[in-house]
């Protein structure tokens, strides 16, 4: 069950607003909701989220592709969540799912390890170029990245959460909020993961800016363009450079920067 | 040693922009460097922090603070940062330094557990609520505000890292930058804790948006007053409530929103 409530994912609280003229007045604003979200993986307490309350098995889902521990739909036995508790129940048939201390080990690194030789040793040779016929035009680019900064309606109403979105070259295939940048990727890549959907067609947007992190989850399920209104580091433009990803920063309006890979606009 | 240079901050790479006429053409953009520093506890490795290269001493010791396991000035035997190989060793005189399951645990839950009431029986009853005579007027905050922003010559070269800045209701003390916005916040904490600074006093200014993590840090160190450009999660709010941490969000230009404990604004 997925929970859609504006309710769960919001709260409201009086605040007080001190104004430009020095007068301070009482006002209801409405918070996003920060929730900690425990998966258990096979029984065993893998780690806590703190995520917004929607989407969990997906979330979880996600996470666990970006960390290397779910890799093929075959593997996943099944999910559950239980949302008013915040706990996320993953049946796995996988050995290296009970893995733990390499998962410890990986997560204690955020993905990295002594240096950035670290990356190609395993991340980045983990990882397979990506080849793929995908070509869009910038009118593409520009459209789809309009359609996540309209449907940004939490965004919006709260202003404390990251939006993504997956996109085709014609329309927005999912869209998903979160006040972490990671988890909206997570929450859409879990789902993509669920359903078998291929992704090497596809592009992912997201209002976050681009780190190396993110460059990684979206370049191991094989999505060729990453896009986003905000800046990327250097890590994340050597990693897309290595991995095949077309990189694009500060699309913001008709303009947008391309980091490497510009071969698939034309 | 701490690194100023901006060219180890920064990277500069050949771009191509789309512009609004349809037109593409190339120029010389300069990201902001993102780099894993890699810390030791006692010679063992704790902790890959994907950072901004410079002030990894005290991002070593701000990380250990907020994280529990460096408690007083005294503990800390030793930091060297070898900015080459983005290593930070510490030595530590602590027993519970060298508790690394615990460590693991705590770090795998992202400073929470299986639920929020984790938070007040773990962090939130490690944190005693704030007590302080601190009083600050609303120009005050505001002015300590447009410093932060003022200052932030990174973000405006690159467009990608969050700043953060602890101030007095005088002036600024301190002024840090990061692809991190809680890296940020830990290298400042870090050079208080190193120096021995008093904070009971003090204002932590952030760019970044106003999460649980983001409360506990400060309120771990008895900052009485948390201020953002951002929006905070439900989360925060609560937390910053039961700690008695004064909460201001959405601090633009003249207009700033307080959420709680606004007793200490006059």
Same mark, same amino acid.
């Given at each position: 069950?997925?929970?859609?409530?504006?309710?769960?994912?919001?709260?409201? #609280?009086?605040?007080?607003?001190?104004?430009?003229?020095?007068?301070?007045?009482?006002?209801?604003?409405?918070?996003?909701?920060?929730?900690?979200?425990?998966?258990?993986?096979?029984? +065993?307490?893998?780690?806590?989220?703190?995520?917004?309350?929607?989407?969990?098995?997906?979330?979880?889902?996600?996470?666990?592709?970006?960390?290397?521990?779910?890799?093929?739909?075959?593997?996943?036995?099944?999910?559950?969540?239980?949302?008013? &508790?915040?706990?996320?129940?993953?049946?796995?048939?996988?050995?290296?799912?009970?893995?733990?201390?390499?998962?410890?080990?990986?997560?204690?690194?955020?993905?990295?390890?002594?240096?950035?030789?670290?990356?190609?040793?395993?991340?980045? +040779?983990?990882?397979?170029?990506?080849?793929?016929?995908?070509?869009?035009?910038?009118?593409?680019? #520009?459209?789809?990245?309009?359609?996540? &900064?309209?449907?940004?309606?939490?965004? &919006?109403?709260?202003?404390?959460?990251?939006?993504?979105?997956?996109?085709?070259?014609?329309?927005? %295939?999912?869209?998903?909020?979160? %006040?972490?940048?990671?988890?909206?990727?997570?929450?859409?890549?879990?789902?993509?993961?669920?359903?078998?959907?291929?992704?090497?067609?596809?592009?992912?947007?997201?209002?976050?800016?681009?780190?190396?992190?993110?460059?990684?989850?979206?370049?191991?399920?094989?999505?060729?363009?990453?896009?986003? #209104?905000?800046?990327?580091?250097?890590?994340?433009?050597?990693?897309?450079? &290595?991995?095949?990803?077309?990189?694009?920063?500060?699309?913001?309006?008709? #303009?947008?920067?391309?980091?490497?890979?510009?071969?698939?606009?034309?």
């Amino acid at each position: 069950m997925n929970i859609e409530s504006a309710d769960l994912r919001t709260a409201n #609280r009086i605040v007080l607003r001190w104004n430009r003229d020095g007068e301070k007045e009482e006002f209801s604003d409405c918070l996003v909701r920060e929730f900690p979200a425990t998966v258990y993986l096979n029984d +065993q307490e893998l780690v806590t989220l703190l995520c917004t309350p929607e989407f969990l098995e997906d979330l979880a889902a996600g996470f666990l592709v970006s960390e290397g521990m779910l890799r093929s739909k075959e593997e996943l036995e099944s999910i559950v969540a239980d949302y008013e &508790q915040g706990q996320v129940w993953v049946k796995s048939s996988a050995s290296h799912f009970i893995a733990e201390k390499t998962f410890m080990k990986r997560y204690l690194t955020t993905g990295c390890g002594k240096g950035t030789s670290f990356y190609s040793l395993n991340d980045v +040779q983990s990882c397979n170029p990506i080849i793929t016929e995908l070509m869009v035009t910038p009118e593409q680019i #520009r459209s789809r990245m309009k359609d996540l &900064q309209n449907r940004s309606e939490l965004f &919006q109403t709260t202003g404390g959460v990251h939006s993504a979105s997956l996109a085709s070259v014609e329309e927005v %295939i999912l869209y998903r909020e979160d %006040i972490g940048r990671h988890n909206a990727v997570d929450k859409i890549l879990g789902y993509c993961f669920r359903q078998g959907l291929a992704l090497g067609e596809m592009m992912m947007f997201t209002s976050g800016r681009l780190s190396s992190e993110m460059l990684l989850k979206v370049a191991k399920v094989g999505i060729p363009i990453l896009v986003s #209104r905000s800046a990327p580091t250097s890590l994340a433009v050597e990693l897309a450079e &290595q991995l095949g990803v077309t990189l694009v920063g500060f699309a913001r309006g008709p #303009r947008f920067n391309v980091y490497c890979h510009p071969e698939r606009i034309i």
